[in-house]
């Protein structure tokens, strides 16, 4: 069960701790937002956070009673000191019939023992493992062992797919180790809850509210952390690929490759440019069709400088700048490119 004074002793603790982080990772978005062109979302991250919607959607999909396995407890309403034969005759009459897997489950449900491990392992692990007893716990933590560990690995497998940069680029790559990392302790902290549940504490219960049914709670548990570890995966994907959050400059080689290509272009136009004056000035007509423009617009040129409103105009342009203060801030950068410790210094030779 839902311990909620540990819940709110937990938020009393750390609220105060962790509420400041996040009002600054909020701002670190929005800074990060601000200082770099938002771009549309990449193809390639589209496919990638299409794959983690489905597998988050199948893990939320996978927490409805429907796909749950049947607990025998709930489904006839039996309290744990029910006997057996009493149980199944229920689920037989719920069910209509007892399926194989039932009367396996009804062959182990042979003393207390085996109805608690039941609640902590499942009734598979009960109905199915042949070499465990109820005196081994042992014997079922190894039987359940790949069970627990399945969900999970397929879990990173779909997690590594959506992060493969050679399927989606480097924008998904780039949350790869961290998406490992969050499978990886997703899986280990289920092993831990599991191990350090202890079984023996339904002994105690009378009612069937008072039982804890671990495994249907833990399996609910698993993939609800595995749909906000996808949800926020996805979101994290789509914040950096969109130049939202964490935005990374180009590598060096990158920008080279664009300088290289731009320079590559303006050597192009200059040189066309170059090979359009060279055929202006070796045509003759072409040549004095330059030289009667260039005239032209000199004379037009002059005529605008000398215009009435143009002289007003410039004139009272010049009144408001500060000469005195240019002229200042002119001397001062000269100082600073000619001083003793200026970057042109040695470039000027020293008096003898």
């Known amino acids: 069960m839902v311990n909620w004074d540990l819940i709110k002793s937990l938020l009393f603790t750390l609220g105060p701790l962790l509420l400041p982080k996040a009002i600054a990772f909020v701002r670190s978005i929005r800074a990060s937002s601000h200082r770099a062109s938002i771009r549309p979302c990449p193809s390639s991250v589209n496919r990638a956070l299409n ?5 988050a959607l199948l893990a939320l999909v996978s927490t409805l009673p429907y796909f749950s396995p049947e607990n025998v407890f709930l489904a006839t309403s039996s309290r744990l ?3 057996t034969e009493v149980l199944f005759t ?10 194989p897997f039932d009367e396996a489950l009804r062959a182990k449900f042979v003393n207390l023992e085996s109805r608690l491990l039941y609640f902590k392992y499942g009734p598979d692990a009960l109905a199915t493992c042949s070499f465990c007893t109820s005196e081994d716990e042992n014997s ?3 039987y359940y062992l790949p069970t627990l560990f399945a969900p999970h690995i397929v879990h990173l497998i779909a997690l590594g797919l959506a992060t493969s940069g050679l399927l989606f680029g480097p924008e998904a790559s780039r949350w790869r180790t961290q998406a490992a990392v969050a499978g990886a302790t997703l899986a280990l902290g289920e092993l831990w809850l599991t191990l350090l549940f202890d079984h023996r504490a339904n002994s105690k219960a009378t009612k069937l509210g008072e039982i804890d049914f671990f495994y249907w709670r833990m399996r609910i548990l698993r993939y609800l952390t595995m749909a906000a570890v996808d949800a926020l995966l996805g979101w994290a994907i789509w914040l950096t690929a969109t130049n939202r959050w964490l935005v990374q400059p180009p590598k060096i080689e990158v920008q080279l490759e664009e300088s290289l290509r731009v320079l ?4 192009g136009k200059l040189t066309a440019l170059g090979a359009i004056r060279n055929t202006v000035f070796r045509d003759r007509v072409l040549r004095e069709q330059l030289e009667k423009y260039w005239t032209e617009e000199g004379t037009v040129m002059a005529d605008v400088h000398e215009d009435k409103e143009v002289v007003d105009s410039t004139r009272d342009v010049l009144e408001k700048v500060n000469v005195d203060m240019i002229e200042q801030r002119a001397k001062m950068m000269t100082e600073n490119m000619l001083g003793s410790e200026g ?3 040695a470039f000027i030779p020293e008096r003898e």
């Open 343 to 345: 970057p042109l210094k």
């Open 140 to 142: 079922y933590i190894l």
């Open 51 to 55: 794959i983690i919607f489905v597998i």
């Open 264 to 267: 590559e272009g303006a050597q």
């Open 81 to 83: 000191q029910i006997p």
């Open 90 to 99: 229920r689920l037989a009459g719920f069910k209509g019939t007892l399926t």
